[in-house]
């Protein structure tokens, strides 16, 4: 129902714009996370959006660098991600709950990932 892409190889400095389509159903009425999970380490939130993308939540090794949005008209939820860092490498994963929170286990719904790497 969510399918994340958008990931790949880039150097550090670079940039990536990761998405969020969701199908089978309309997400539009709710909170949209971002999640990531690095090998060897816990998943951690990266950013969210509420339902109305009137409000966007950061983690605070992100925050500056990274943006989220979201499309409620396409089902979408998007994550520009700017002056990457190789310790920015890790699986992302897109979540969807009805109230955004920064505990991954909370999250209802979640996509399949993607991977995003950066080279020093």
């Known amino acids: 129902q969510l399918q994340a892409s958008g990931g790949g190889l880039v150097q550090a400095g670079g940039s990536l714009r990761l998405s969020c389509a969701a199908s089978?159903?309309?997400?539009?009425?709710?909170?949209m996370a971002w999640f990531r999970q690095a090998p060897g380490k816990e998943r951690e939130f990266v950013a969210a959006?509420?339902?109305?993308?009137?409000?966007?939540y950061y983690a605070d090794v992100v925050q500056g660098r990274f943006t989220i949005s979201r499309d409620n008209a396409k089902n979408t939820v998007y994550l520009q991600m700017n002056s990457l860092k190789p310790e920015d490498t890790a699986v992302y994963y897109c979540?969807?709950?009805?109230?955004?929170?920064?505990?991954?286990?909370?999250?209802?719904?979640w996509g399949q990932g993607t991977q995003v790497t950066v080279s020093s």
């Open positions: 959006t509420s339902w109305s993308g009137g409000r966007t």
């Open positions: 979540a969807a709950r009805y109230r955004w929170i920064a505990e991954a286990n909370a999250y209802d719904f």
């Open positions: 089978g159903r309309t997400f539009s009425n709710y909170a």
